[in-house]
T-cell receptor, first 115, second 114 residues
Framework: RKEVEQDPGPFNVPEGATVAFNCTYS??????FFWYRQDCRKEPKLLMS???SGNEDGRFTAQLNRASQYISLLIRDSKLSDSATYLC????????????????FGKGTHLIIQP | EPEVTQTPSHQVTQMGQEVILRCVPI?????FYWYRQILGQKVEFLVS????????KSEIFDDQFSVERPDGSNFTLKIRSTKLEDSAMYFC????????????FGSGTRLTVV
């Protein structure tokens, strides 16, 4: 069974702190990796793609370790508006071709930023 | 910013009835998807659609489900005979690049089967 595992939290951190989330995935053939955020009862929204070399977007840094099948997200200088559920997502790759793969979502890590 | 539009936002239906959930993907996107999220659970893949046909479907997408792109803009999910366990938020998504790119999700249709 192809799964994505995340610590559900909640993570309660003070505003301005740095927080890190981790995620592991079981499908070694996965090719695409993402972090999404989901606010309560809303749709998932793409936060950032994750590349093998690691990538940064403002206060957010994502890392991928293919050998360990491990993905991380670091949020620096956290803000109240960062409070949300963070979803680790990999492409499902049910078949070897096509490109229209579904995504496999983790259950998410709930982050609460406290003033 | 372009949006994926879903209607209705909330649908209540009786068990055994057919429902059609509607989506308008972003106009220059080529890949279309349906996902569902049962309350308190993770987002689950149902089906992907490319080049006017189903590309992949999960084990959830059984014979009671079907998808259609009846014209150049709409993308629909039909549930033929709803069950109580079909109650969930159904998200439509589209992507320009398929697996290589991120997806844009619509705001969802909350389906309640009573």
């Amino acid at each position: 069974r192809k799964e994505v595992e995340q610590d559900p939290g909640p993570f309660n951190v003070p505003e301005g702190a740095t927080v890190a989330f981790n995620c592991t995935y079981s499908n070694s053939a996965s090719q695409s990796f993402f972090w999404y955020r989901q606010d309560c009862r809303k749709e998932p929204k793409l936060l950032m793609s994750v590349y093998s070399s690691g990538n940064e977007d403002g206060r957010f840094t994502a890392q991928l370790n293919r050998a360990s099948q491990y993905i991380s997200l670091l949020i620096r200088d956290s803000k109240l508006s960062d409070s949300a559920t963070y979803l680790c997502v990999v492409n499902t790759l049910l078949y070897s071709g096509g490109g229209a793969d579904g995504l496999t979502f983790g259950k998410g890590t709930h982050l609460i930023i406290q003033p | 910013e372009p949006e994926v539009t879903q209607t209705p936002s909330h649908q209540v239906t009786q068990m055994g009835q057919e429902v059609i959930l509607r989506c308008v993907p972003i106009s220059n996107h080529l890949y279309f998807y349906w996902y569902r999220q049962i309350l308190g659970q993770k987002v689950e893949f149902l089906v992907s659609f490319y080049n006017n046909e189903i590309s992949e479907k999960s084990e959830i997408f059984d014979d009671q489900f079907s998808v259609e792109r009846p014209d150049g803009s709409n993308f629909t999910l039909k549930i033929r005979s709803t069950k109580l366990e079909d109650s969930a938020m159904y998200f439509c998504a589209s992507s320009r690049e398929g697996r290589a790119g991120g997806y844009t999700f619509g705001s969802g249709t909350r389906l309640t089967v009573v």
